[in-house]
């Protein structure tokens, strides 16, 4: 019902531009967006040394070392990058708007918006949404590349493959429509990370107690409902062939 509501009010604003919140917008892309890159970027940056180290361990057992660029390029553009964002995303962003619509319901401000003939789902869902929506595919292409760094430093310092060797086994040894599977990915989750944080909010109490748990609610389920999305799209493309 919520993401039918999302849909409706995002159409009337393509239908009537003057209503749509650009200012809203431009704010939540900045909290969603440009604040999550350092966290981000660091996580990916971490995994993908995690991933050469351990990937090195294993695969000079066989004397097959070269391999673990292929491993990290597939693991992070396919898998990882993407959805390691999108669980730090949900955890920070989903609680957020959660808080933040929520201390709005507690003090009765959307029904004072209401009163003043404010539509709080255009005013409070739309740009929060639409907002995650441009901004997680492109914490994914930061989380990508920071992996993508990550691993290489890990592969120079531990097998001394050379940055040069690296990015030549990337290029000859990894296609593009890995990275394609990993980004159908962002918008999905995207959608859902922000239903379920504006949802969560919309349903809190008139007292603290059920913030807190409202809160808690919507980072469990975001985080499940990404794992959930992202174990069915694997699924998929497994049967398609992709």
């Known amino acids: ?30 909290e969603v967006g440009v604040k999550a890159v350092p966290i981000v970027a660091l996580m990916a940056f971490l995994i993908g040394v995690v991933l ?23 693991s992070i553009l396919r898998e990882l990058g993407i959805l ?11 609680s957020a708007f959660t808080a933040a619509i929520g201390s709005m319901k507690m003090r009765e401000e959307i029904d004072a918006m209401r009163t003043l003939g404010i539509d709080p789902a ?4 739309v740009p929060r949404v639409l907002a995650l929506l441009l901004m997680l595919p492109i ?3 930061i989380a990508n590349a920071a992996g993508l760094l990550g691993g290489g430093l890990m592969s120079w310092v531990e097998l001394g493959i050379s940055p040069a060797m690296f990015q030549s086994r990337l290029i000859e040894g990894t296609d593009v429509s890995h990275l394609m599977v990993g980004m159908i990915k962002a918008p999905f989750f995207a959608i859902v990370i922000g239903i379920v ?3 969560a909010g919309m349903q809190v109490g008139n007292n603290a107690e059920s913030l807190g748990q409202k809160t808690s609610a919507a980072v ?11 174990a ?7 049967e398609v062939g992709i």
């Open 197 to 199: 944080g504006c949802h």
């Open 232 to 238: 069915l799209f694997s699924i998929f493309f497994a």
């Open 84 to 94: 390691l964002t999108a669980i730090i995303v949900a955890g920070r962003t989903a």
């Open 52 to 74: 050469a180290f351990q990937g090195s361990t294993q695969l000079r057992q066989f004397g097959a070392e070269v391999f673990v660029v292929d491993l990290i390029a597939v």
């Open 122 to 125: 255009a005013a409070l869902i």
């Open 220 to 230: 469990v389920t975001a985080i499940f409902s990404v794992i959930v999305i992202d």
């Open 1 to 30: 019902g919520f993401l039918g509501l999302f849909l409706a009010r995002l159409g009337r604003s393509l239908f009537h531009p003057t209503e749509f919140r650009l200012t809203a917008l431009v704010h939540h892309c900045q």
């Open 139 to 141: 914490l994914g292409m």
